[in-house]
């Protein structure tokens, strides 16, 4: 087991208070992912998780039990950081299998879970090999190893794929979501980056100074934004924003559309705009379109033959359109 309860957590750093009072629950074997810009708290509240910072206030509770002043090695949590943390001087066998010989475990059962854990990571052939005989990727799997060894309720990764290039973090971020298949472990994961948010997590936790802006599904949060800052952080590229008299005629302050629910034509639309920078990715491409109300992007196939300074008109589908009110609530 490995639900995870949260009730009214607050945090402070002097008279700071960077976690306001906060209620959130994770239940067993979810893959939730803590999501937001820098300075938002995301792994401040991990760390008052897995007990590496004490709580000013409220109560943590891991399966059912109240945790909140339960030493870290005692939470049964096992954290994965953005720096592998790794003994250079050791093999990666005894890496693995450093928290076990520190539990007093005997060899041959810590063989047996090194074993186990290599051949799930794909490092069964590096075993006898250090750290600095490995790639990043490698190097950050022998990291999840040496959590996995410890079989515990819950893994914390905090923005473990930052330190990779673009490559690697995508395949560390599928490793790591069918790690999350195969072991049926609950698994919270923090970063800033809304794609690994959207493409990995179970439910997302969107968190701005501290507070919970909204938690949900990547598609709940993609279709049903509960305000701006939610509709504007999830997605790629980001929903584009109108305000004025063009938002006043649907009855709100602000009208939000995505880029891929614009229809662009060269000879009618709803706004009529000039194409400025494209942006050609392959299978996509993206438009960037100054209109009377802004700029706004378009996403189009990858081989439209349309270019700088050229005229064309836009659609918004009108059933994706998004409403918010002049707080930037949705309406």
Partial sequence: MGSIVLKQVTKSFGTTKVIPPLDLEINDGEFVVFVGPSGCGK?????LIAGLEDVSSGVIEIDGQDATSTPPAK?????VFQSYALYPHMSVRRNIAFPLRMAGMDKAEQDRKVEA?????????????????????????????????????AFLFDEPLSNLDAAL?????????????RLKTTMIYVTHDQVEAMTM????????????????????????????????FIGS???????????????????????????ISRTEGMW????????????????????DHGT??????????????????????????HRFDDKGLAL
């Fill in 43 to 47: 792994s401040t509240l991990l760390r």
């Fill in 75 to 79: 939470r049964r949590l096992a954290m």
């Fill in 117 to 153: 854990a290599a051949k799930v990571l794909n490092l069964t052939d590096y075993l006898e090999r250090r750290p600095g005989q490995l790639s990043g990727g490698q190097r950050q799997r022998v990291a999840i190893g040496r959590a996995i060894v410890r079989e515990p309720e």
């Fill in 169 to 181: 973090r995508v395949g560390m971020r599928l490793e790591i979501s069918e790690l999350h298949e």
């Fill in 201 to 232: 997590a179970d439910k997302i936790v969107v968190l701005r100074a501290g507070y919970i802006e909204q938690v949900g599904s990547p598609l709940d949060l993609y279709r049903s934004p509960r305000n701006l800052f939610v509709a504007g």
């Fill in 237 to 263: 590229p980001r929903m584009n924003f109108i305000e004025g008299a063009e938002a006043k005629k649907h009855g709100a302050h602000t009208i939000g559309i995505r880029p891929e629910h614009l229809t």
């Fill in 272 to 291: 009529k705009g000039t194409v400025g920078v494209s942006e050609h990715l392959g299978s996509d491409t993206f438009l960037h379109v100054r209109i």
């Fill in 296 to 321: 706004v992007t378009v996403r189009t196939d990858g081989e439209v033959d349309l270019h700088h300074g050229d005229t064309v008109y836009l659609t918004p589908a009108q059933d994706r359109l």
